[in-house]
C-alpha cells in the first residue's frame, strides 16, 4: 500500500491568501484525522471523520479553518485567510477500526509557511 | 519523561545499549496507548501499542511497558542502533470513539 498520501509537501504562501491542503486516507481506512504539529504546542488534532462525517472539530482553531471529506479516498483542510501563525506542519493520519484497530497511520506532512 | 517549554528533553544512548524512553500520562481512564516515531522531515510511525489489560507488550527490539497505578507508559529498545534516531511520542486514548493525546515528545540520541 502506498500509505497516506498528502499534496503539497512544501505550501509557502504570503499572509492573506487562501490554503488547501489535500489528503488521501489509506484505501480500505475509514477514518481520517487532520493534525498540526509547532514547537510550541507539539501534536495537535484539529478535526477528525469517520465513515466521511466529521465527528469532532473542536481542534479547529477558528473559522478560517474549514475540513471536508467528500468521498471516502480524499479530504482537504483549507485555510481562508492564511496568517503567519498558521505557519506548520500539518498532518493527515487514517486507521480503519476493522483492520488497523485504533492505530493511526500518518502520511508524511505538508510544511506550511505563511509570510 | 515530559516537555516543558520549547525544547524537548533529549536522551543520549552509547550505540548496541538498550533505551528506556518513559512517559507519564494523565487520564487514569485512558485504555489504549501507543509510541511513534518521528525522523527529521517526516511523519510520524507507529512503533507499538499496548492496552490497558496487559502491562508489557514485546516487538522486534522494542517493549512497552504499562504501569497503570502510577501512570507510566515505557518504551524499551534493545540495541540502540543510529536509525533509531528520532523524537519518540507516546500517545493515549480513552474509548474506542475518542481522539489521541499526544505527549510533547522525547529526543533519542544514540552515540556512535
Known amino acids: 500500500d502506498a500509505g497516506v498520501i498528502q499534496s503539497p509537501r512544501h505550501e509557502v504562501t504570503e499572509m492573506g491568501q487562501e490554503v488547501t491542503l489535500r489528503c488521501k486516507p489509506i484505501s480500505g481506512h475509514n477514518s481520517l484525522f487532520w493534525y498540526r504539529q509547532t514547537m510550541m504546542r507539539g501534536l495537535e488534532l484539529l478535526i477528525y471523520?469517520?465513515?466521511?462525517?466529521?465527528?469532532?472539530d473542536s481542534g479547529m482553531p477558528e473559522d478560517r479553518f474549514s475540513a471536508k471529506m467528500p468521498n471516502a479516498s480524499f479530504s482537504t483542510l483549507k485555510i481562508q485567510p492564511s496568517e503567519p501563525r498558521d505557519s506548520a506542519v500539518y498532518f493527515c493520519?487514517?486507521?480503519?477500526?476493522?483492520?488497523?484497530?485504533?492505530?493511526?497511520?500518518f502520511g508524511p506532512g505538508t510544511r506550511l509557511l505563511v509570510l | 519523561g515530559e516537555s516543558v517549554g520549547l525544547h524537548l528533553p533529549t536522551l543520549s544512548v552509547q550505540e548496541g545499549d538498550n533505551s528506556i524512553i518513559n512517559c507519564a500520562y494523565s487520564n487514569s481512564a485512558s485504555d489504549y496507548f501507543i509510541w511513534y516515531k518521528q525522523e527529521s522531515g517526516k511523519g510520524p510511525q507507529f512503533i507499538i501499542d499496548i492496552r490497558s489489560n496487559m502491562d508489557k507488550r514485546q516487538g522486534q527490539r522494542v517493549t512497552v511497558l504499562l504501569n497503570k497505578t502510577v501512570k507510566h507508559l515505557s518504551l524499551q529498545i534493545a540495541a540502540t542502533q543510529p536509525g533509531d534516531s528520532a523524537v519518540y511520542f507516546c500517545a493515549e486514548k480513552r474509548g474506542a470513539n475518542s481522539k489521541l493525546t499526544f505527549g510533547k515528545g522525547i529526543t533519542l540520541s544514540v552515540r556512535p
Open positions: 471523520f469517520n465513515n466521511n462525517v466529521p465527528i469532532d
Open positions: 493520519a487514517s486507521s480503519s477500526a476493522r483492520t488497523s484497530g485504533e492505530t493511526q497511520y
